[in-house]
């Protein structure tokens, strides 16, 4: 073969291949996406039932429920608003009152967000990107003056200097 | 006085990696054989004893329990057992950075002794590696100090995270290091190949040993990671596509690419640019994962907290080997020519073809997990980006390189002919429709991508072992024995895990339950039944141990433990492993019933032949070193002729 047609076959090859490669992963991308919301813009406007969405926020004190049939609920906020979430799964072990978290799943037609996936660290000084956002926007429009997850947030951070007894 | 006499080693380790990288680039300069080039041979030695007591001194630290030191007040805890206080010295950001310049030490000192063989070029590469050396140890020294103290000292530590205090979580770090820092000596002689005018054929040899050895311990690395999400996190899965995950895969998919790439630069002199810019990118994504998962930008189970001031950091740091290495390969990259010429049908060119296919996979993977931060940037909504999108954009990709890899070993290299290769792979095709439909029957309804993911990996399985009995009676020397036997078992490596993922991907749905006493549950044709619960205490630990009866006479044991220092809950999940697969079941908390009995929560799953995901990392790891083996005798009597 020609040297010039030779390298022609190669970046047409080549071309194809990322052109392939880029399609999919456009169309991947269009399908797989799912959307942070946080509690206050739940309120505000809800997605729709079925839609596969994030929602995050710290975990309301008490609000969790165990039931002996398994699986659990229990409620988020961002100090502005609140998610009420139900869970078939085993919670992650990490999971605890007023700590961060996020979940993924769809709201049921009467709200209730359904999760099939719940995230907690492992490291109890981390907050998840979003969650800490949310958090700030809300302190920033005057919910709560030093807005409970920042107090979490920070005692977590704290305990790293004081150990324990 | 340790914490003193580290920091001191920390600095003394800048400062001699800084004199590496000054004194190389001047021997260099000077042809490679000058005093300079030998005093930065001196100096990288210096850096590698001086961060080796370094690190020696954190893990005295910690196995005193000193507490005044204020990452090992984060991480240790003086209940914790010996080993567990040893491996926490690299269990958390600092300590894990203080291996990371380590083993960047290592690599420097090891290129000065097996680098590249002409003298200026290796005196360059001594002092390229210095300057990433000197990189890290400044963000050590000046952003994250393992060493800083804390005033008051606490009376106990915070403990190492329980999760992490596994046997396969303490060896998974050094052996990932090894993968990513490895890739470091790859991109130092690549660049330094470029500043010397080496051709490419000359820096693919050069590289070709350090690349193979990366390649293979990130492999093991990341196994074992994946290994311990499976049996650890309980979560039942192996592989999440969780940006930490995603970050240690991106440099895994070009280190595939590259070992491979590179085989055909040196050997045969194609693609030189192509082989070089991989080497360059491998470690540039390295330090991408790196930035990824210490800077808290993106939402990971496994990140570690949020700190901008380390991200800022590792950015520039990031930005420092990008530009480097990119504007030099810009600048000098034409001057390694476009190779040698070969037809469509030689090894070349599907050689080149998986190249092409494996970098597409790393793009694709590095847009999903980009993409969050992208939109971020720009103001967007925040979004996150699954499971899904990798699955079907990353596999399809995969499934077409599995289909090509065991073509290639029976092309001739560079006229190619494809009649004599298919003739010979004859009994291996005939295996594929077979397999197809074999998996098709076992697994009933099993998902589309399952098939043909299991018929393909018995297809590279088949073409491995044909390959193996094809090439070892024409092996004359030791070292062309390594090599076939390498390419052998990683290729067949390659088919287990293929096979092995589609097997678990068409899993049964698993179950959660909570059980009483006495209870049953099915799974798989099997029936579970929770016969007991006993206290099993650790030594750092109350323990729950469940005993599950299964039909057939076996029993399986899961744990739920509670660290108090930690005041963290964990799950031990109890696998009952057999040929056909793992049963898998964890234990979660006790609820009370109205009745005042408990019941537990149960999760349990089968994960048909999950043994094979380990076997194929295994082989590949095992088939890695046979290559590198192979490498360094080649190396060694090229060495003794000349």
């Known amino acids: 073969m020609i040297k010039s047609r030779k390298r022609l ?103 209730l967000f359904v999760a099939s996936r719940v995230l907690a660290k492992h490291d109890e000084a981390y907050m998840p990107p979003e969650v800490a956002s949310s958090l700030a926007s809300a302190e920033a429009q005057g919910a709560l003056p030093g807005a409970a997850g920042r107090d979490a947030w920070t005692i977590g951070q704290a305990r790293i200097g004081q150990g324990r007894s | 006085m340790i914490a003193e006499l580290g920091r001191f080693l920390i600095a003394l380790a800048l ?175 690549a660049a330094a190949g470029l500043i010397q005018k080496v051709s490419g054929r000359e820096i693919a040899r050069a590289l070709r040993p350090w690349a193979t050895g990366a390649w293979a311990s990130l492999t093991a690395g990341i196994a074992l990671g994946s290994w311990w999400a ?53 470690y540039v994504l ?10 808290g930008v993106i939402t990971s189970v496994h990140a570690f907290a949020l700190d901008p001031e380390r991200g800022v950091w590792i950015l520039a740091m990031l930005g420092v080997s990008a530009v480097s290495g990119f504007g030099l390969f810009a600048a000098r990259a034409g001057q390694l020519g476009e190779g040698d010429g070969f037809e469509p049908t030689s090894r070349e060119a599907f050689i080149g073809a998986n190249n092409l296919l494996l970098a597409a996979a790393a793009g ?26 990798f699955d079907a954009a990353a596999t399809p990709l995969l499934i077409l390189t599995l289909l090509l890899v065991p073509l290639a070993p029976f092309l001739p290299w560079t006229n190619g002919g ?51 009995f094809n090439a070892m009676p024409l092996a004359r ?33 698993d179950v959660n339950i909570a059980l009483g006493r006495g209870e049953s549950i099915e799974i798989a044709g099997r029936t579970l039944t929770l016969a007991e619960i006993r206290r099993a205490d650790g030594a750092n630990y109350l323990a729950d141990r469940a005993r599950i009866d299964v039909s057939g006479g076996r029993s399986i044991s899961p744990e739920r433990r509670y660290y108090w220092a930690a005041d963290t809950h964990t799950r031990e999940v109890g696998l009952g492993s057999s040929i056909t697969g793992d049963l898998y079941v964890s234990i979660g908390e006790a609820r009370p019933r109205e009745d005042g009995s408990a019941a537990y929560e149960i999760r349990a799953a089968f994960h048909p032949l999950v043994w094979m995901l380990g076997l194929g990392a295994f082989l590949i790891v095992l088939g890695g070193f046979s290559a590198l083996t192979a490498q360094i005798l080649t190396r060694r009597q090229r060495g003794a002729q000349a």
Request: net charge neutral; with cysteine; proline share 6%.
């Open chain 2, 418 to 468: 494809a009649r004599p290769a298919l003739k010979q792979m004859r009994a291996a095709f005939a295996l594929v429709p077979v397999a197809a439909a074999g998996v098709a029957l076992v697994w009933f309804g099993a998902p589309l991508l399952a098939v043909t993911g299991g018929a393909l990996g018995v297809w590279a399985m088949a073409g491995a072992a044909m390959d193996a």
């Open chain 2, 15 to 189: 400062i001699a990696s800084i004199a590496q990288m000054a004194l190389g680039w001047v021997g260099a300069a000077q042809g490679g054989r000058s005093a300079y080039a030998q005093a930065g041979r001196t100096a990288s030695l210096a850096a590698l004893v001086t961060s080796a007591g370094a690190f020696a001194l954190l893990i005295v630290a910690f196995i005193q329990s000193d507490f005044s030191i204020a990452y090992v007040a984060g991480h240790s805890h003086v209940d914790k057992p010996l080993f567990y206080k040893v491996a926490a010295a690299w269990g958390g950001h600092e300590g894990s950075m203080l291996l990371w310049c380590l083993i960047l030490a290592l690599f420097g000192f090891g290129l000065t002794r097996i680098g590249p063989a002409e003298p200026a070029f290796r005196a360059r590469s001594v002092s390229l590696q210095a300057l990433l050396q000197s990189l890290f140890f400044g963000f050590l020294v000046f952003a994250s100090n393992p060493f800083d103290r804390l005033d008051p000292a606490p009376l106990q530590g915070r403990d190492l995270n329980p999760i992490l205090q596994d046997p396969a979580l303490a060896i998974h770090p050094p052996l990932l290091y090894l993968g990513y820092v490895g890739l470091s000596a790859a991109f130092a002689i």
């Open chain 1, 9 to 111: 076959w190669v970046v047409l090859a080549s071309a194809g291949v990322l052109v392939s490669a880029g399609v999919l992963a456009g169309f991947a991308l269009r399908d797989a996406m799912t959307f942070f919301h946080s509690p206050a813009m739940v309120a505000e406007s809800p997605p729709l039932p079925g839609q596969r969405v994030r929602v995050g926020g710290l975990v309301v004190e008490g609000s969790v429920e165990r039931p002996a049939s398994g699986g659990a609920g229990f409620t988020v906020t961002d100090t502005i608003a609140d998610i009420r979430i139900s869970y078939a799964g085993s919670l992650p072990d990490l999971f605890r009152e007023g700590q961060g978290i996020v979940a993924e799943g769809t709201f049921d037609e009467s709200g």
């Open chain 2, 230 to 282: 499976y049996y650890e996190l309980g979560w039942g899965g192996w592989w999440f596509w969780d940006p930490v995950e995603n970050a240690s895969f991106m440099p895994w998919l070009l280190g595939a690419a590259l070992v491979h790439s590179a085989i055909a630069t040196e050997k045969r002199g194609a693609f030189p640019g192509w082989t070089v810019f991989l080497a360059l990118l491998a």
């Open chain 2, 364 to 389: 694709v993977v590095l847009v999903g997990t980009l993409y969050p931060l992208f939109v971020e940037l720009l103001g967007g909504a925040p979004v996150s980006v699954g499971a899904p999108y």
């Open chain 2, 286 to 295: 390295s330090i991408l994962g790196a930035f990824l998962v210490r800077s």
């Open chain 2, 477 to 509: 020397t030791r070292a062309l024995k390594f090599a076939a036997a390498g390419r052998a078992m990683a290729h067949a490596g390659v088919g287990f895990l293929a096979l092995g993922a589609a097997a678990d991907a068409s899993r049964p749905a």
